[in-house]
């Protein structure tokens, strides 16, 4: 299954500067490893080091944030739109 995966400005240095790129899989677990396989290193920034969603990192498949969804077994069709968005603290 093929999904377009919008990419932080701050992950862009893995992608070449490409604000989204297209990946393969039927789950988010799987588009991950295969966004990982083309853009080496980007999966360490997403995942923690025992392969779970890093704390925080939003990742939504279309409109879903897949933390209330089933995480990274979360079904990923043909054509779905996911987005990941670094958390952004601060404030006054």
């Keep these: 299954m093929s999904v377009n995966v ?3 400005t701050i992950l862009r240095t893995y992608t070449g500067g490409r604000a989204e790129v297209a990946a393969e899989g039927a789950t988010l ?4 490893a295969d966004l990982d396989k083309n853009h080496q290193g980007i999966a360490a920034r ?3 080091d025992e392969g779970r969603l890093r704390r925080f990192v939003n990742v939504y498949v279309n409109d879903d ?3 209330f969804a089933e995480g990274l077994e979360t079904p990923t069709p043909d054509g779905s739109g996911i987005s990941i968005i670094p ?3 601060g404030g006054c």
């Design 29 to 32: 677990g799987e588009v991950l």
């Design 46 to 48: 997403v995942l923690d």
């Design 87 to 89: 958390a952004v603290a």
């Design 65 to 67: 944030d897949v933390r």
């Design 6 to 8: 919008r990419i932080p």
